[in-house]
């Protein structure tokens, strides 16, 4: 078997201070998992501009111009291995709804002090950077 790095990016989206997140379901890994918007960066695509590609294509909402948080090496999640970039954005217009049936359910904007769980393995360094500008995580 190819032992492979993936490169993802997520975003945390807010609006009137809330956080939108999105419960993972029938996923390849954290179903039934909290999650911001991201997804896997295409060959030779720009960061921010991945982010913003993926929030319009999972939620159908527009967004300003992603923030750069972190990076967080993650090794943990059922043999995959992921080099995740986390940005901060605003929302600017639409409404939430996932692209397809299937992959997130009760999507909502959370309070930042009551936030759902559990939350997708990235998405609790993405919050730590934005409290803290820590930039670097590794999770063994």
């Not at 217009?93 to 397809?100: M, V």
């Not at 909502?108 to 934005?130: I, T």
Request: charged share 25%; with cysteine; proline share 6%.
């Amino acid at each position: 078997m190819l032992d492979i790095v993936h490169v993802a990016a997520g975003c945390l989206v807010f609006k009137d201070g809330r956080l939108l997140l999105g419960r993972r379901v029938d996923d390849s890994h954290g179903d039934g998992e909290y999650s911001c918007g991201g997804g896997h960066v295409e060959h030779g695509e720009n960061i921010a501009s991945a982010v913003r590609r993926e929030i319009e294509e999972e939620w159908g909402i527009k967004i300003d111009l992603p923030q750069f948080l972190c990076v967080v090496n993650l090794s943990d999640y059922d043999g995959l291995h992921y080099v995740s970039f986390g940005f901060k954005a605003t929302w600017v217009s639409g409404e939430p709804r996932p692209e397809a049936a299937g992959e997130f359910a009760d999507w909502q904007w959370y309070a930042l002090d009551a936030l759902p769980s559990p939350l997708f393995k990235p998405v609790p360094y993405y919050l730590e950077s934005f409290r803290t500008g820590q930039p670097y995580f590794e999770v063994p």
